[in-house]
């Protein structure tokens, strides 16, 4: 399945963003939904994951609370709401896809990947 991830931007500390993913190419309902960031000069990290039919979910513990993971699959679309930003959540944010059906927080578990998307976060 391709994967475009878009919605990223400059945004002030305690702010919000939405991130989309679109897929195109397969059943996008046969796949599980990650979204993973990697900083710079940081490893690629898991952010948030969503089961196929987006009854589970899954996060990070650094954005519980904060951030939202969501799907419509009729739309193809994945999203990831943020909010109550922070400096640390600067990163490049990819969505990724897995014919797995629980939402892994391993990335090497992901079969395809998006282009990545820049969300900066100002303090």
């Known amino acids: 399945v391709q994967l475009q991830a878009s919605g990223g931007g400059l945004v002030q500390a305690g702010g919000s963003l939405r991130l989309s993913c679109a897929a195109s190419g397969r059943t996008f309902s046969s796949y599980s939904v990650g979204w993973f960031r990697q900083a710079p000069g940081k490893e690629r990290e898991f952010v948030a994951g969503?089961?196929?039919?987006?009854?589970?979910?899954a996060y990070a513990d650094s954005v519980k609370g904060r951030f939202t993971i969501s799907r419509d699959n009729a739309k193809n679309m994945a999203s990831l709401q943020m909010n109550s930003l922070k400096p640390g959540d600067t990163a490049v944010y990819y969505c990724a896809a897995d014919s797995a059906d629980w939402p892994s927080m391993n990335q090497h578990e992901y079969d395809d990947w998006g282009q990545g998307t820049l969300v900066t976060v100002s303090s």
């Open positions: 969503i089961s196929r039919s987006g009854g589970r979910t």
